[in-house]
């Protein structure tokens, strides 16, 4: 029960960031990248400061405070002037290359040892990339591909030294100083672009309050829950489940074009996340494997 509980709530939270990119684009109708950078992170760290209260002490570091600043705030910008100049299933797909970018960096700064058939996985994800880049329509364009894929090129390096931020220190407190951080660098970009005017339509308010709850602070909270419980690659192959929601959505909601060229790209990044996954040990995952067979089959026993 405990394996199932931690196994849903890392599938709600795969689930949920893919959401995101769809909630900024609609949120970007009424507010331009800074103030909704600045915004959702001013709604977010209150609630984590609350949540991790006891260690936010130990959390106020410069280190960390700099480290926010740098992998939400200027992360954050870049992404949202990206999203606000593209398509929602690119966004998606883009953001999706996170994984592959966290290997490489981590790989770059001597910490990873790789094999052959890992670096292969990447390559193949980094081809998806392009290969959903360079197919146009839906509002995409390569600049606003490009300001995406900057985004996750700096959130790969924040996410490859972050292990050191949060060692020995309450994670919702970490996250709740990075998160002020963040803002600190957003809202005066925000201020000198003057006041956000009133929104056209209730639901973009309502999209912004769920960019800054459910694909913020819920995912977060969630997705520690899961990692807590079960190993830490089974944790983080769930991790791909966002470019999957976020295309769909995109297609589906948004209208997005899909044609070959994007289908490709889409499953291209997903197959070469899980080739470099599986390739850092496979008998390390049997277990885990046997696991989600032994659930599925629960569940369809009952039914």
Not at 11 to 17: R, V
Not at 55 to 62: I, K
Request: proline fraction near 5%; avoid cysteine; glycine fraction near 12%.
């Amino acid at each position: 029960m405990k394996h199932r509980t931690a196994i849903l709530a890392l599938i709600a939270a795969g689930s949920l960031w893919g959401l995101t990119v769809a909630l900024s684009k609609l949120s970007l109708r009424w507010l331009d990248p800074s103030w909704l950078t600045a915004m959702r992170f001013l709604i977010a760290a209150p609630v984590l400061a609350a949540i991790g209260r006891r260690g936010l002490h130990q959390a106020l570091t410069p280190r960390i405070f700099v480290s926010g600043a740098v992998g939400y705030g200027a992360v954050m910008l870049l992404q949202n002037a990206g999203i606000d100049r593209t398509s929602v299933s690119h966004g998606a797909i883009i953001v999706g290359a996170l994984p592959v970018v966290v290997a490489l960096v981590t790989m770059a700064l001597g910490n990873g040892t790789a094999r052959l058939p890992a670096w292969f996985g990447y390559a193949v994800a980094l081809l998806g990339v392009v290969l959903v880049a360079g197919g146009g329509g839906g509002g995409a364009t390569v600049s606003g591909d490009m300001l995406v894929f900057a985004s996750v090129v700096l959130s790969g390096a924040f996410i490859a030294v972050q292990p050191g931020m949060l060692r020995g220190r309450d994670a919702a407190a970490v996250t709740a100083v990075q998160f002020l951080a963040g803002a600190s660098v957003s809202l005066p970009l925000a201020l000198g672009s003057g006041l956000p005017h009133a929104p056209g339509t209730p639901g973009l308010v309502f999209a912004f309050v769920a960019l800054a709850l459910i694909g913020t602070i819920l995912p977060f909270w969630l997705f520690a829950y899961g990692q807590a419980r079960v190993a830490p690659e089974l944790a983080g192959a769930f991790v791909n489940l966002e470019p999957l929601v976020g295309a769909v959505v995109g297609w589906v909601a948004f209208a997005d074009p899909v044609g070959p060229w994007q289908i490709a790209g889409a499953l291209a990044v997903v197959a070469g996340i899980l080739i470099s996954l599986l390739a850092q040990d496979v008998r390390a995952w049997l277990p885990h494997a046997q696991r989600l067979i032994d659930v599925a089959l629960v569940g369809v026993r009952r039914s």
